[in-house]
Structures are given as structure tokens and as C-alpha cells.
């Protein structure tokens, strides 16, 4: 069997990469980095270490595919393949939407009837079916129909920590042993293809939304607290007794919204198992990430259904405390990270146009003065941490 997998980056290698070639799929990666396709259509194989002492994967039978250069060669790609997945970051869908409806759209017209996944594996609620709306804008109407009959667009969540990392070899990734790939099986079209190491659920939702909101939310706590005390790294900032209690408080008020929404999938006791595991993986000292790296893209990281403002808004409507994710919330408008693009316009934001003004837009709370008014003082009270540190 081969796969054609979009993003040939250290998740793309280390984590989708990994499980599918675990499964006996030779990979084409797509990617422009050419460094990296270069090498892997020179070599033909790269290895994998997990974050623990002398654990090492060799995955074989991989090439590359530079999308800029060669777009007809992934059309091509497509049209036989027998899975399509992605690790590109939600902002990059929209960008090679366009490729994926044209190998689509090559696929059916051959004659190619096989049943065919495209599953986007990206931090987000929703990745896939975001995925096939963007593709769905660049197929003509005739073809429409027999992509709907053969094409499938599961969503996905996946969960594994690839820290930053400067190897000489492009190639080489270093990983967390922890993984975990959910894919919502009454979405897909093969369901003949059922990949050892992931689980298929009837219903991600729940697998999803426990997922962004207690590793993203925790990971990006430890973050933003730990930036705002002056920390550079994920292992320095987590050993400070104030950061661990932090993200400890916000895990128990993610806990207490994933038990009162999906109580019929999860107990208390198995969504603190869960919960301490996170913990535990932070605090890995094989895995320590740079803040900069964990906290970069802090506008996107506000935003209305993401990690921090989703959960605040639905704790709220249920009555429930959110004191310490609202904490964390003010310290991200402090994030000031010169390399970060995202950064570098927030804080220019801060600069030019008024702090609720802001707040509105960045959180698209326009309809809830109550949560902006309190994210105001917030903002005000982590800025006095920020002196007091």
C-alpha cells in the first residue's frame, strides 16, 4: 500500500510518517522544504528517536514530492494512492486544497473507483471536514457527486509532543514514545484500511475536544506562564512550583467541562488519569520544548473555538469556574516574541488600537462584554506579574 502525505516536517516524520510505515506504507512526502525532499528521494529512508535512551525507528520505502516544483507528480501520486493525510499546520489546507482537488479530480476520472481517505491530521477541531470544504471550492460540478461517492474526509485527532530540535541530519527527528491518532470511523470511505496504533471512534468529537483542551490548553499554559516569569524553555518553566499549580488549575477546569459534556465516554477517574499523563509528559526532561516554539501564533491560539476561549465560554454557560484559564488568557497579550509573527503584530495591536477593542478582536467575543471586561482586568493583572517577575 502507499500513502501520500502533505508535510514532511518533524510531525510529518516523526509521528504520521511513523505509524504508517509501522503499517507497511511506503510514504511520498509532499513538502517545498528541498533540503528535506532531496534527501528523502536520495536516501529512501531516515530514522526516528523516541525521547528515552537508546530508542531509535527506522522507516524505510519513503520519497518526496516537491509540491512547487512538481505538482503533476502528486496529481499522479493521488490518483493511485491509497491514503492521503496531512501534518502541514491549519493555516497551509487552504494552500494545497487546490493540488488534492486536481489528484481528486484525475483519480475518479481514470476510472479509479477505490475508496480513498484524505484525513488531515492538524491541531484543530474539525481538521478534515475543513479540509474538504477548501478542495470542495476547486472541483468542477460534474465531479462533484463521484468525489462525495468515493472520497472520504474523516477527522482526525492526533496527539504526540515533537519539540523543536537542530539535528545535522535533516532527516533525523527525536519524538515523545507517547502517541495517540483517533480517527472517526463513520466518516470514512475504506474501511477495509483500519491502521494498528490508532483508534477509530463513532463519535471524535468527545477524543478531540479532550485532546485540544487539556494538552494544547495545558502545553500553552505552561507557555504563557512560564514566558511571562521569564523562563525560555517548557522543562525550566514547569519545575517553578507557580507554573505546575497554574496548569494544574487549568487541567481541573477543562476536566470539570470534557466530564459534564461527555460523562457517557469519560469517567472523573480516567479524565484525571489522562490529565496526569499530560503532566508527565511535560514534564519529560528528553522532550523540553522552547517557549517560543509552544507559544508562538498567539492570535490564532485566542481565537472564539480555540484552546482557551472555547472552554471559557462553555464553563461559563454551565456555571462553572474558569478564574485560571482567564489567568492564562491575560498573560498571552503579554506574549512578546520578536520571531513570531503573530507576536509581533499583537503587540503592535496593543500599540495602535485600544486593549478592548483588541480583546474583541482577536477573541470574536463581540457579544459577551462580560468575558472581555474580565479578560481587560486579566490583562492588567498579569502585566503587574510581569513587573513583579
Same mark, same amino acid.
Not at 528523502?40 to 535512551?53: F, T
Not at 485600544?354 to 463581540?366: A, P, R, S, W
Given at each position: 500500500m502507499r500513502a501520500v502525505h502533505f508535510g514532511a516536517g518533524n510531525i510529518g516524520r516523526g509521528f504520521i510518517g511513523e505509524t504508517l510505515a509501522d503499517n507497511g506504507?511506503?510514504?511520498?512526502?509532499?513538502?517545498?522544504?528541498?533540503?528535506?525532499?532531496?534527501?528523502? %528521494?536520495?536516501?529512501?529512508?531516515?530514522?526516528?528517536?523516541?525521547? =528515552?535512551?537508546?530508542?531509535?525507528?527506522?522507516?524505510?520505502?519513503?520519497d518526496g514530492i516537491n509540491n512547487a516544483k512538481n505538482p503533476e507528480k502528486v496529481v499522479e501520486a493521488i490518483k493511485t494512492t491509497d491514503m492521503v493525510t496531512t501534518a502541514i499546520g491549519p493555516k497551509i489546507l487552504a494552500i494545497i486544497a487546490p493540488l488534492i482537488a486536481q489528484g481528486l479530480t484525475e483519480r475518479v476520472k481514470s476510472g479509479n473507483t477505490k475508496p480513498l481517505d484524505v484525513i488531515a491530521c492538524e491541531n484543530m477541531i474539525g481538521g478534515s471536514e475543513h479540509l474538504k470544504e477548501e478542495v470542495?471550492?476547486?472541483?468542477?460540478?460534474?465531479?462533484?457527486?463521484?468525489?462525495?461517492?468515493?472520497?472520504?474526509?474523516? %477527522? =482526525? =485527532?492526533?496527539?504526540?509532543?515533537?519539540?523543536?530540535?537542530?539535528?545535522?541530519?535533516?532527516?533525523?527527528?527525536?519524538v515523545e514514545d507517547f502517541k495517540e491518532w483517533v480517527i472517526d470511523e463513520s466518516q470514512m470511505k475504506n474501511k477495509d484500511i483500519k491502521l494498528k496504533g490508532v483508534d477509530y471512534a463513532p463519535d471524535l468529537e468527545p477524543y478531540i475536544e479532550r485532546k485540544l483542551f487539556s494538552v494544547n490548553t495545558g502545553h500553552a499554559t505552561v507557555a504563557y506562564t512560564g514566558k511571562n516569569l521569564g523562563y525560555s524553555t517548557i522543562g525550566d518553566a514547569i519545575k517553578d512550583p507557580f507554573v505546575l499549580k497554574q496548569v494544574k488549575r487549568v487541567l481541573s477546569e477543562?476536566?470539570?467541562?470534557?466530564?459534564?459534556?461527555?460523562?457517557?465516554?469519560?469517567?472523573?477517574?480516567?479524565?484525571?488519569e489522562y490529565h496526569n499523563k499530560i503532566l508527565s509528559r511535560f514534564q519529560n526532561p528528553y522532550i523540553s520544548d522552547d517557549i517560543a516554539r509552544v507559544g508562538r501564533t498567539p492570535i490564532r491560539k485566542l481565537g472564539y473555538n480555540e484552546r482557551f476561549i472555547r472552554p471559557i465560554r462553555e464553563l461559563k454557560e454551565r456555571g462553572l469556574d474558569y478564574s485560571a484559564l482567564?489567568?492564562?488568557?491575560?498573560?498571552?497579550?503579554?506574549?512578546?516574541?520578536?520571531?513570531?509573527?503573530?507576536?509581533?503584530?499583537?503587540?503592535?495591536?496593543?500599540?495602535d488600537e485600544?486593549?478592548?477593542?483588541?480583546?474583541?478582536?482577536?477573541?470574536?467575543?463581540?457579544d459577551d462584554p462580560e468575558l472581555v471586561e474580565e479578560i481587560i482586568k486579566s490583562y492588567h493583572a498579569a502585566d503587574k506579574d510581569e513587573k513583579k517577575a
Open positions: 506504507f511506503g510514504i511520498d512526502f509532499v513538502d517545498v522544504n528541498e533540503t528535506i525532499i532531496d534527501e528523502l %528521494n536520495k536516501r529512501g529512508e531516515y530514522d526516528i528517536e523516541l525521547a =528515552a535512551p537508546g530508542k531509535k525507528i527506522h522507516v524505510s520505502n519513503v470542495y471550492k476547486h472541483l468542477d460540478d460534474d465531479v462533484k457527486p463521484e468525489i462525495d461517492k468515493y472520497i472520504g474526509f474523516p %477527522n =482526525a =485527532a492526533v496527539d504526540r509532543i515533537v519539540p523543536i530540535q537542530h539535528n545535522e541530519d535533516p532527516l533525523f527527528v527525536s477543562t476536566r470539570s467541562l470534557l466530564y459534564h459534556k461527555w460523562n457517557k465516554e469519560f469517567t472523573e477517574e480516567s479524565l484525571e482567564m489567568e492564562t488568557v491575560g498573560r498571552i497579550y503579554h506574549f512578546d516574541e520578536p520571531k513570531d509573527k503573530e507576536s509581533v503584530k499583537l503587540m503592535q495591536m496593543l500599540k485600544d486593549l478592548k477593542d483588541v480583546i474583541v478582536e482577536t477573541t470574536g467575543l463581540k
